[in-house]
C-alpha cells in the first residue's frame, strides 16, 4: 500500500484549496514538503477553472464569507462534472449554527468524496450527538466508529475521523489508524493540512478509502518522527521538524504504521 | 502573581481572534504554545455566537475591510452583553486616516477592557501628539506614562503601551515593565500575538491590570530566552524558539520578571 | 554593487504589499529579515494613501478578489502619482483567465515598473506561447532571454523571469543570475517574497536594472547559505535558515554572486 508516496511525488498532484486565512501558508507547504503542488483560489471568477485541471479539490470552511462559500460550491461542482475528487473539512461546525449549516450546504450541493473532521465537528454535521455521549474512552472510540459508518452512509462518502484513534469507513470497509502524536494538537492547521494532504493521495488513487488510511497512517508516523527530534514540550521546533519528515516520507515507512481493519461483523459483535 | 500562567494551561480559555491576515498563523501558534485555545471567525453571521462562548474577544486592525469592521462591532457588543473582555489592537493607527477612524469608532461602540498599541497607535487613536514631541528616550519614557494614564483615563479601560520599556495603567495604577528583546521586532505579530496573549489572561481574570502585567512580562521573558537560544542576528530561529519558550513558561519564571509599580504622587514628583 | 544592501538597512524603506494569503507572514519576515519595513494594507479607503509614503509598491495577484483588483489599482496609480516604483508579480497568470486578464488590466492602468514572474506567468502576460514552446533547457534558456526582452519592451519596465537562471532585463541591458538553490521550489511563497525583496531595492535606487540584478543575486546567495545549513530534504528547516540568511547578509557577499552582462549584439549573435 505505501507504495503510493512514490507515486505521489512522481505525479506532483495539483491540490487547489479553498481554506481558511490561519493555514493557507502551512497547508502549502506541507503539501510541497509532502511532494504534491498546491494551489490557492478562491475567486468564484477562476474557481471552476481551477477546479477542472485541479488532482483534487479541498473545501476547508475555518474562516467563512459569504463569497468563498458561494467559490466553494462552484468549485466542487466543477470538480463533480470533470470527475475530480472533493475534500471537505467542516472546521469549527456545531461551534456555530452558521459553520454547521454551512457544511450541510456544501454536503448537499457538491458530491463530496471524503469527508474529514473531529468527532465533534462530524457528529454535528450529520445532526447527531452520538460521539458527545460517552465519557469514557474506550466507550467515544466505540461511538466513533459508529459515527464515521452513519456518517458514511448518510453522506455516501469515505469519512475521517481524527483523535486518538483515527477512524476512517466507507460505510462498507472500516479501518482505524493510531499513528500521530500528541504534538499535532498544538499546531495549528494540522488537521486542515491532513484533510490536503489525504486531497494528494485521492487524486493519484480511485480506491477513496485506501489512499484515505494510508495517507492517515503516513501523516502519523511523519509527526511520530518530527516528536523524536523535538522536544516534549517544544511546538515551534515540532512545526519545523515536521515539514521535514513530511519531505522525507518514503515507501519503507510502511512497517511503522498502526493499521486496523475493522471487520463489520466482528465489530458490530463487540459493540 | 505567576501562578496565574498555570491556571491559564488548566482552563485553556478560548480567545477568539478577529484580526489580520498577516499574524493569524502565528498568532494561533502562539496561544497553542501558551495553553490557550485560539479561534478565529470573522463572518458576521457567526461572530455575536462565537464571542458569546469565548474567554476573550481580540480586535485587531491590520489588514481591514469594511466587512471586518462590521463583524469586529458585532463581536464586541456580543462580548460586552456576556461579560466577556474585549482588547483592542489598533495596528497602524496614524499610518492612515482610515486605521485611525476605525479604531476610534470601535472605541466607540463597544466597552473595551484593554487597549494594545505602540506609542504613536495609541497617541493617533487619543488624538494627542504627546508621544511623539520628544526625542529623547527618558523624556519619550516619561511621555508614554502619561499617554497611558491619559488613554486609559479617555477610555476608561486598562492600556497597554508597548516599546523598549513597557507601560500598563490603568488610570489609577500604573506599573512599567522591563522584559523583552529586540529580536521581537525582526518578526512579523509580535505585538499582535502579545495582545492575543493578554486577551487570554484577562479570561482568565477579574484583575485585568494585573494580568496584563503578567502576560506582558512573561511574554517578555519567553523572548529573553528564545534570544539566548538563536543568534543575535537569527530572526528565523528566534521565532521558533519564541514558540517553545511560550511554551515552556511556568511560574518559577516569576524571578525573572522586571515590573515596576509606580506610586501615582511620586510619578507625578518625577515629571 | 553591493554596497546597496548596507543602504537598505540604513534606510529601511516601507515597502507596500497588496498580496496573497498564502505568503504574507513569510513576506513581512522576509522583508524584516533582510531590513526593510513591510506593511500590509488593502482596502480601498486607504491604500492610496499608504502607498504615497511607501518607498515601494508590490502587487502580488496569488489570491485575487474583485475589491482587491480594484485597491491594486487604486495604490498603483497612487504610487505613479507620487514617484514611487510599483513591482507586479502575475502569480498564476496563465493558470485561469481571470488571472491573465487581471494580470494585463493592472498593466494597463498602473504604469508598472517592474514585472517579476516565472516564463510561463510572463509569456502568458505577453500573450505568446515563446517560453513554453521548447522543451530542451538550452533552448529554454534562450527563449527566457527573449521573453524577458520582449515583455520589457511592450510593458516599457524592466522584467525578472525567475528559473533555474534568472534573467533581468529593461529591453535594452540584460543580465543573467544563477544564484539560487533548487529548496526555493520546496517552500511555498518564495517567488512573491523576492517580488517583495526587489521592491525594497528598487526603494532606495533609481536605478532599477541594477537594484534588481542586486536583489536577485544576493536572494540567490542567501538560499545557497541556508542550503548548505539544511539537509538535502529538509524544506522546514531551509525556510528558517533563509530568513536568518537573508539578515546576514552583506556587501562582503558580492563575491559570490553569479551575474552575467549580456551585450546585446552578442547575444542576438548567439540566438
Redesign the interface.
Known amino acids: 500500500m505505501f507504495e503510493r508516496i512514490t507515486r505521489l511525488r512522481n505525479q506532483e498532484p495539483l491540490v487547489h484549496n479553498i481554506t481558511?486565512?490561519?493555514?493557507?501558508?502551512?497547508t502549502?507547504?506541507g503539501l510541497?514538503?509532502l511532494g504534491a503542488s498546491?494551489?490557492?483560489?478562491?475567486?468564484k471568477?477562476?474557481v471552476a477553472?481551477?477546479a477542472q485541471?485541479a488532482g483534487a479539490v479541498v473545501l476547508n470552511i475555518?474562516?467563512?464569507?459569504?463569497?468563498q462559500i458561494e467559490a466553494m460550491i462552484i468549485a466542487g461542482k466543477s470538480a463533480n462534472q470533470n470527475g475530480v475528487p472533493v475534500v471537505l473539512d467542516p472546521v469549527?461546525a456545531g461551534?456555530?449554527?452558521?459553520?454547521t449549516s454551512t457544511a450541510r450546504n456544501i454536503l448537499e450541493k457538491v458530491d463530496v468524496s471524503l469527508l474529514r473532521g473531529n468527532a465533534a465537528e462530524v457528529s454535528n454535521v450529520v445532526g447527531e450527538q452520538i460521539a458527545m455521549k460517552g465519557v469514557d474512552s474506550g466507550n467515544i472510540q466505540g461511538n466513533h466508529i459508529d459515527l464515521a459508518q452513519k456518517a458514511a452512509e448518510l453522506f455516501q462518502c469515505t469519512v475521517v475521523i481524527t483523535g486518538q484513534t483515527d477512524v476512517i469507513s466507507n460505510g462498507e470497509d472500516t479501518y482505524t489508524v493510531s499513528n500521530g502524536h500528541s504534538l499535532l494538537?498544538?499546531?495549528?492547521?494540522t488537521g486542515c493540512l491532513l484533510s490536503s494532504v489525504i486531497g494528494a493521495f485521492l487524486a493519484i488513487d480511485q480506491n477513496h478509502i485506501h489512499a484515505a488510511v494510508v495517507a492517515v497512517s503516513l501523516y502519523g508516523i511523519a509527526a511520530e518522527k518530527a516528536a523524536q527530534k523535538a522536544?516534549t514540550?517544544?511546538?515551534?521546533?515540532f512545526?519545523?521538524?515536521?515539514?521535514?519528515e513530511l519531505?522525507?516520507l518514503n515507501e519503507t515507512d510502511g512497517p511503522l504504521a498502526k493499521i486496523n481493519h475493522l471487520q463489520k461483523e466482528a465489530h458490530h459483535d463487540r459493540l
Do not use: W
Open positions: 481558511n486565512v490561519v493555514v493557507t501558508n502551512f502549502a507547504n510541497y514538503a498546491p494551489v490557492m483560489a478562491y475567486a471568477e477562476e477553472e481551477m485541471i475555518g474562516t467563512l464569507t459569504e463569497d469549527g461551534a456555530t449554527t452558521y459553520r494538537t498544538k499546531v495549528t492547521g522536544g514540550n517544544e511546538p515551534g521546533r512545526q519545523m521538524e515536521f515539514l521535514n519531505a522525507k
